[in-house]
Structure formats: C-alpha cells, structure tokens
C-alpha cells in the first residue's frame, strides 16, 4: 500500500461521494483542487447506467466543476464491452432509460425495448422510466425462455437522493428475482472492469491508484477485485458499522472527501 501523498490517479464516485443529488458537498471543490494540484488525474467512476456521459459533463460544469466526457468511465461502457465479447451480435431486450438504450445502439449492439419471441437476450439498468410493462415484458421472456442471458449494469440497491433514497437496478432486479426466479449477471462495481479500463486509458499502474466512494458492495469492492486501495467516504450511502456487516475492508476510511484531502499532503 502506498501513502495518500503518492497517488497519481483517482477514481471518484460521484453521487453520495462528491454531490447528493443535485448539491455538491461544500468540500468536494477543495478536494479537486488538491488532485490538480499534486499533478494527479481524476476520473469519474459511475454505475448509473440511467444518463449519458454528456448528461454528467453538463450536471458537473453547473456544480461548478469542469469536466468533459472523457473524463468518465461508465458501467454502460463495461456492459458494451461484456455483451459483445459474450454474445456478440444477439438481440437484447434493454429495460432501461431512452437515454441508455440510444449508448447502446450507438456502440453497435442490437436491442429494442419491444417484447418480441426473437428477443435473444435481456439487459436492465437503473431505469428511472421504469413502467409495469417493462416488468412485464421481462417477467415473460425470463420466464418463457430458461436459458435467455441476462444481464444487468450494476447490482446498486437503491440511488441516494437529497431527500433519502429511491430503488436502483440490484432492487429491480430482485423484484424480478421474486417472480421467476432468475438472478442476472452483474456488470459495472463491484466487477473490476471499469477499473481496469481506467488504468488502460491513463497508464497508470495499480499502486498509483485510489477508487474513492460512499458504497461498500460497490465502490470500496470493486477497488479490492482489481487491486486498488480504496478509501471509504461516509457522506453518502454507507456506515462504519457496514465494514464489519459486510466483511469489506477499506484501505483508508474518512469522514468526507473534505477530511481525505487534509490527509492528501501528509
């Protein structure tokens, strides 16, 4: 394990880690500023597969924090890179956001959101469009077809908000669980996949790396599956007592993002 003062990347949760909601945490801008300046690179690391790259670069700059897309790295990415390494080509069902069925189609992969017998394949995401239809259509195909593959973008129970929380994809997927019995394959954190792909596209080795985040089923996870120190903030989802609940222990644990910059220069 290395010391704070020589990480060179870092792979920043958003939601419950840098902002809830629509409001950025008033040490979150501080925090920035130390990564830039120690000359370190920060890279946004997010499951929700419900908004676009685009959508995030424009949520950021109106908090204040300039960003553009490739300064991201989604689950969305991980899942398009999964589906057409395991079932390149095959017809997918996406119960998801517009939004996240138009990344899809754009990467070359071939899904519609209209229950049909060729449907090959089936996707969720954190899908804030989600009607009783698409549950529908899922519970048939699943149902229907044993042997359909079934995947989702990431196991997140629920999406903090300003006010508390609402259901994620890991709580669609349960309500799904419930009904026929089939449990989908994962993508996106806790995988490492999207960590990797951060250390590939900055060439950083995995020493000079910290994944910081609120979750630890997720984020905190993750960083341990690929390797990566990881420092548990907790202004967001998770607690103290969640380490010795779940078993997942962080390398550093801190308050906010603000304590964790203190701690940066020492």
């Known amino acids: 394990m290395k010391k704070l003062s020589d990480k060179k990347l870092f792979l920043l949760d958003m939601d419950g880690t840098l902002y809830l909601g629509n409001d950025l945490f008033p040490e979150t801008p501080l925090f920035l500023a130390k990564i830039r300046e120690k000359g370190g690179r920060a890279l946004y690391l997010t499951n929700n597969s419900s908004k676009s790259k685009k959508t995030y670069v424009e ?26 390494r395991e079932q390149p080509g095959r017809r997918f069902y996406v119960c998801g956001t517009a ?20 449907v090959e394949g089936l996707l969720c995401g954190y899908d804030t469009e989600l009607t009783y239809k698409k549950l529908d259509d899922c519970c048939r195909l699943l149902t229907l077809k044993k042997d359909l593959p079934f995947y989702a973008t990431n196991p997140d129970w629920v999406c903090p908000t300003e006010y508390g929380y609402v259901p994620d994809c890991g709580s669609v997927c349960e309500m799904l669980f419930r009904a026929t019995g089939r449990r989908p394959v994962f993508i996106g954190k806790p995988q490492p996949d999207m960590i990797f792909s951060a250390l590939r596209k900055t060439g950083a080795r995995p020493e000079e790396a910290l994944l910081v985040g609120d979750r630890l089923y997720t984020d905190i996870a993750s960083a341990l599956n690929a390797g990566v120190d990881a420092a548990f903030v907790l202004s967001g989802e998770g607690t103290p007592e969640d380490i010795e609940k779940t078993g997942i222990v962080p390398t550093f644990t801190f308050r906010n993002v603000g304590e964790l910059a203190e701690r940066m220069s020492k």
């Open 59 to 84: 949520k950021l700059r109106k908090m204040g924090i300039d960003a553009d897309e490739d300064d991201f790295v989604t689950s969305v990415e991980a899942t398009v890179d999964r589906l057409k």
């Open 99 to 118: 939004s996240l069925k138009e990344e899809l189609i754009r990467a070359g992969l071939n899904v519609t959101d209209e229950y049909s017998p060729d």
